[in-house]
């Protein structure tokens, strides 16, 4: 059985904890796409985990935990992951952690450009994570890059890989004061460093096709960790304001090196109300004592930059969209807790968009005025087991969820902590 889990909204829906749940029944976990600007968090036994790069799985040493061919690694924040959930007593090692030896590698120069970027764009940011995201992606589909493989080779073919990208980057390298242009000096200085964090990560590079393939041969359960969400997508969210991967689950497939025929499941999570971190269109956003609400109650602040989260109410057109991208067949409704300390919640099932109905998003997603349900709140999830516990006006939340996508909500959150999920 495959299983893709992706993100309906723009991120942060808490894909992390849904994978966590899912990888008790699996053989191998594998993160598809994205890099570390990705921040799923999983609470399990009453510890708090922030996973960027790792698969969700990686705090249960029975699953084999795959960085997939889609990533782009950062090796130096990598090893960093690495040693500092090492020191928390998670074991990481070769037998239950595989790095893709095609995933492309982010380097500093990356990360420099992805900050210069942002501050020429001025007023038109995007507001990225600044982990050097686009720049690495960028530079892969010029085919320029250099791949986890080149940092456990040869030392002198990386180090020619290497000076093909200093001199394509020599304008921005001469920019920036501190790393003073020498052609020579810098390739060296750089050929050095990552072929040293090779040397580390080397233990897990290994070619994973033929362990996916194996897996799915044996019929293991396989999940693939969606990172990002469709509103980020590349070519389907909300452009520019967008990440630089494929996240919906047809680009899992494309980075895990997975069919699409071989997918059993597509699991897309979702918020019991929309946050977004960074710049862009926001129709439910609100920018007031609501939205404040929200995000104290549902602490939302980004896992990987710390930023707020700007909040506002759930989006039914959004999600609809999403379930269509990804080929959703269930839904994992997080953050029911949350919402229900609202008396009155308002879902957004349409929009006025040019004094015209609408119920899909559309290209200036910036000119849709939201058309609000309300729905009554004021429930406690405390302890429930079933949705039925929690009370009729949770119920009817749901179910209106599930009549209006037409997709069953298979798990629902009330609670950051593993144990705090109700599966129906
Ligand atoms: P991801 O990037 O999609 O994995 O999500 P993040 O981990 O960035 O953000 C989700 C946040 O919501 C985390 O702080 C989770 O611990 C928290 N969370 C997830 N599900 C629930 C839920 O049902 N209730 C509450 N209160 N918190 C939740
Ligand atoms: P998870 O997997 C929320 C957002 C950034 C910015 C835009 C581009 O935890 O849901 P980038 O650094 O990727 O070039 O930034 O995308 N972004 C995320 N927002 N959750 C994420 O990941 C995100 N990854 C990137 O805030 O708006
Ligand atoms: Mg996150």
């Known amino acids: 059985m495959i299983t893709a889990i992706v993100g309906t909204q723009w991120g942060d829906e808490g ?57 782009v690694i950062d090796p130096k924040a990598l090893i960093n992951e690495i040693e500092s959930l090492r020191a928390e007593g998670v074991d990481i090692e070769p037998d239950n952690l595989v790095i893709s030896n095609r995933a492309h590698v982010t380097m500093n ?11 020429l764009r001025g007023s038109k940011k995007i507001g990225t994570t600044g982990k050097g995201i686009g720049p690495t992606y960028s530079e892969k589909a010029s085919r320029t890059s250099i791949r986890m493989c080149d940092l456990i080779g040869d030392y002198e073919a990386l180090k020619e890989k290497i000076s093909l990208i200093v001199k394509v980057h020599k304008p921005l390298i001469e920019s920036v004061g501190d790393l003073t242009y020498h052609y020579q000096s810098v390739v060296k200085k750089l050929a050095d460093e990552y ?14 096709k033929p362990i996916v393939y194996n897996c799915i041969k044996e019929g293991g359960n396989i999940i693939m960790e969606g990172a990002q969400s469709t509103f980020l997508d590349l070519d389907q969210g909300s452009y520019p304001d967008v990440t630089s991967s494929n996240c919906l689950a047809s680009g899992c497939c494309t980075g895990a090196g997975i069919g699409i025929t071989q997918v059993d499941e597509v699991i897309g999570v979702m918020k019991a109300y929309t946050s977004r971190v960074g710049e862009g269109p926001f129709p439910t956003e609100q920018e007031n004592e609501i939205g404040d609400r929200i995000r104290f109650l549902g602490h939302e602040y980004g896992t990987t930059t710390g930023r707020p989260r700007r909040c506002g109410w759930l989006d039914l057109v959004m999600i609809s969209d999403a379930v269509y991208l990804n080929g959703c067949t269930a839904l994992a409704l997080n953050h029911l807790d949350t919402i229900g300390k609202f008396d009155e919640i308002k879902v957004c099932c349409g929009y006025n968009y040019h004094g015209k109905f609408i119920q899909h998003v559309p290209v200036d997603h910036e000119n849709c005025k939201p058309c609000y349900e309300t729905f009554k709140g004021g429930w406690n999830t405390e302890g429930a087991t079933t949705l039925e516990e929690i009370g009729e006006d949770a119920v009817k939340f749901v179910k209106f969820i599930e009549e209006y996508i037409e997709v069953p909500v298979v798990y629902i959150g009330i609670g950051p902590d593993a144990s705090q999920i109700i599966i129906r």
Not at 195 to 208: H, M, P, S
């Open 109 to 119: 120069i990356h990360i420099v450009l992805d900050k210069v970027m942002e501050t």
């Open 15 to 71: 894909k992390g904890r849904i994978c966590h749940y899912e990888a008790q029944r699996a053989k191998m976990v594998i993160r598809c796409a994205g890099g570390n600007n990705a921040g799923h968090t999983v609470v399990y036994e009453g510890k708090k985990y922030a996973l960027h790069l790792l698969p969700s799985s990686i705090v249960n040493p029975y699953v084999l935990s795959v960085i997939g061919t889609g990533t």
């Open 195 to 208: 072929y040293e964090y090779g040397k580390k990560l080397a233990e897990f590079v290994q070619d994973t």
